[in-house]
């Protein structure tokens, strides 16, 4: 198992970062490791609704399926996913509004399937260096482009982040 907990400031108000959370288009633009992200039709987006998230880490890519777990507008979202015999997650995002913007919070527990203690304890460690990477660099992203979004058209918005990538 492993669990990190990273944040950022961010210089624009909750209600701008929320569409980058939830958004599957925008939440794609900032977490670089997220190929696709599935909600079924029809469904809305609340406590219990299921999705799958395609990732992709070095080489392998995987499908999670996913549960919302909690749900608060502008505020906090948070699921859980499997990628059966793989892998299990809970992720939370959490906005807290401050002066001047928010700070934002990302909380990972990633848990390997089907490994002895031993290897799960190191592997463990292993993945919470890479995952604590991660975390900065999708922190970063998600920085950068909401900040930049800010003030901007949203035409103009989507060509500038095609030619910045």
Same mark, same amino acid.
């Given at each position: 198992?492993?669990?990190?907990? =990273? ?19 925008? %939440? ?17 987006? /609340?406590?219990?609704? *299921?999705? %799958? ?11 999670? =399926? ?6 608060? =507008? ?7 996913? =499997? ?6 997650? *809970?992720? %939370? ?55 930049? /979004? ?7 918005? *989507?060509?500038?982040?095609? *030619?910045?990538?």
């Amino acid at each position: 198992m492993a669990r990190i907990r =990273e944040g950022t400031h961010l210089k624009v108000t909750p209600d701008r970062v929320w569409p980058f959370i939830i958004d599957p288009e925008k %939440s794609i633009l900032w977490r670089k490791d997220t190929r696709t992200l599935t909600m079924p039709r029809g469904e809305d987006l /609340q406590v219990g609704a *299921h999705y %799958s998230i395609e990732k992709e880490i070095g080489t392998r890519s995987y499908t999670l =399926e996913c549960t919302v777990t909690e749900l608060e =507008e502008n505020r906090k979202f948070a699921f859980t996913g =499997e990628a059966p015999g793989f892998v299990r997650v *809970h992720v %939370s995002y959490e906005v807290i509004p401050r002066e001047k913007g928010c700070l934002f919070i990302i909380a990972e527990r990633i848990d390997l399937l089907k490994m002895n203690f031993l290897k799960s304890f190191f592997s463990g460690l292993f993945i919470k260096k890479i995952l604590a990477n991660l975390v900065k660099c999708f922190l970063d992203n998600l920085k950068s482009t909401v900040e930049f /979004q800010e003030g901007k058209p949203t035409a103009t918005w *989507h060509n500038a982040l095609n *030619h910045m990538w």
